[in-house]
């Protein structure tokens, strides 16, 4: 007995932590209402603030730190103002006109806060049956949108980065390919596919496979022609042409293949067709979008982003494949410890659909958005998002500014045409100019090696107004840099 007093002794000392930890009812609701004042003075300055705050002079104040003692919210909550909130750049601001903008969507915080509360385990239908319920649901969602049939199946992802890993996997192993010909197998893609699908081959252990960049149209097309002939010539060399990756809104230009007609060479040629659809995949929820995406639906994998076009907030990707089966190949495992977990296999688990076992709770933030929203409103704002950039793509010409390429779908790309050796230097310093003024906030790329500047739409929060703003701040730069030589034209 003596050694059990020893035990209830040490456990007496060790006070009552799950007290603090467990806030009780009216710790509880202080907190939220903390959160709640935080999250609206946040909101408020996100949409009367700037896109940007430049990197500060000086010290932002101490740094991070733990301690031993409980620290009181609203300290935790100044380190959040002082520290993280309102330094670089606003995603959550309808300026940010960079990269590919995310979303935010503050229904979505709620089912986020709530997932957290109850912790549901979303990687076992034995668990909790509803969570993994809702997110196939929403993956079913996903799959009946872009025309995938009922063998079809998926997972909700951090973010399209892991739902390409995920599809890429797939894609290797469906191959029936040893790795001693992983460095036979030719993958063929586009200059403008995105990085994270050569980071999945390399992760996946095809960084040593062919990568082929096939050549674009003059819209930044991949071209089923050259395709084909590429195709045809490696088949002849006794390569094995396996997997194509076709993307539906490319970052750099949100250009859109021509599905269909590479739909038919990946099939002709028993290749994987996989649609890199992280960025464009939901302007497919407007019907005019349809003729674009013809051929979606005959691909194997499409990986989607909601973060970006339904508008959740970081973290939420999602992968379709065409059949679920190649999925469980990859993903499925089996543990003693797991063994109770495994005796109901009538629906899916998430676990055996992607490298994830314990997972966020996903579905909760993505079906409260969708439901609280309605889809009518996510599809008014995508087609405001797409009207918008038609707006300032003629706008912009209008003012003398040179355009890449008409729009398909809502990035803009342009740029001052100054003399031919200036032009990369001139359209930086602008691109640097419009951070200096941080009302909106847009980014650059390479194209052809030269520099030109994007204007991507598709935060929730962009209006008309934020766009008349970038065309003020441009040409008022524009004009600056003119009438002072500030730098070279
Ligand atoms: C954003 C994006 C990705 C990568 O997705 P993450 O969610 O950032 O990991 C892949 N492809 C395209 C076209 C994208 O726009």
């Known amino acids: 007995m003596e050694i059990k007093d020893e035990i209830l002794a040490a456990l007496k000392k060790l006070g009552d932590p799950v007290a603090v930890a467990d806030p009780g009812p009216e710790r509880w609701s202080s907190w ?8 609206r003075s946040f909101l408020d ?49 309808g300026g940010h006109l960079g990269y590919i903008p995310g979303g935010g969507m503050p229904a979505a915080a709620l089912g986020d806060m709530l997932a957290a509360v109850t912790n549901r385990y979303a990687g076992i239908h034995f ?36 739902a390409s890993l995920v599809a890429i996997t797939a894609a290797r192993d469906a191959s029936g390919e040893l790795p001693a010909r992983w460095m036979d197998m030719v993958v063929y893609g586009t200059a403008h596919q995105h990085h994270c699908l ?22 930044f097309r991949m071209r089923p022609d050259m395709l084909d ?39 002709a040629n028993g290749m994987w067709f996989h649609v890199d659809a992280a960025y464009g995949g939901f302007f497919r929820l407007l019907p005019e979008f349809a003729p674009a995406f013809a051929g979606l639906e005959r691909a194997d994998s499409i990986v989607a982003d909601p973060h970006k076009g339904l508008f959740l907030p970081y973290g939420t990707g999602a992968v379709v494949v065409r059949e679920i089966k190649h999925l469980l190949d990859s993903h499925a495992y089996e543990a003693a410890y797991m063994q109770d977990a495994y005796r109901d296999q009538e629906t899916l688990s998430p676990a055996d659909l992607s490298p994830e076992l314990t997972r966020h709770f996903r579905g909760l933030r993505m079906y409260f958005s969708m439901k609280m929203n309605g889809l009518s409103v996510i599809r008014h704002l995508l087609k405001q998002k797409i009207l918008l950039a038609r707006w300032f793509y003629h706008t912009i010409r209008e003012a003398g500014f040179e355009t890449l390429m008409e729009p398909a779908l809502s990035v803009v790309v342009f740029r001052w045409p100054a003399r031919d050796e200036e032009v990369d230097q001139w359209n930086a310093r602008l691109v640097d100019m419009i951070r200096e003024d941080g009302r909106v906030f847009l980014s650059s790329t390479r194209i052809g090696g030269r520099v030109w500047i994007r204007l991507a739409v598709l935060s929730f929060r962009t209006t008309l107004e934020h766009l008349e703003t970038t065309v003020e701040v441009l040409i008022r730069q524009r004009d600056h840099a003119l009438s002072t030589h500030g730098f070279a034209i």
């Open 32 to 39: 939220i209402h903390e959160v709640e004042a935080y999250s």
């Open 45 to 93: 300055l996100t949409r009367n603030g700037p896109a940007w705050w430049p990197p500060e002079e000086g010290q932002v104040g101490p740094s991070f730190h733990l301690e031993e003692d409980p620290v009181p919210l609203p300290a935790i909550l100044e380190e959040c103002r002082s520290r993280i909130d309102f330094r670089g750049l606003n995603p959550a601001s």
């Open 127 to 162: 668990a909790n049956p509803g969570a993994v319920e809702l997110e196939h649901f929403l993956v079913r969602w996903v799959a009946d949108l872009f025309g995938l049939p009922s063998s079809a199946g998926g997972t909700l992802t951090s973010g399209g980065s892991i």
């Open 198 to 219: 050569d980071k999945a081959l390399r992760i996946a252990g095809l960084g040593y496979s062919i990568r082929r960049d096939v050549p674009m149209d003059e819209g």
């Open 229 to 267: 002939a590429m195709i045809q010539e490696d088949m002849a060399r006794g390569l094995h042409p396996f997997l194509l990756l076709a993307s539906a809104g490319t970052t750099d230009t949100g250009a859109v293949d021509p599905l269909d007609a590479l739909a038919d060479i990946a099939h």
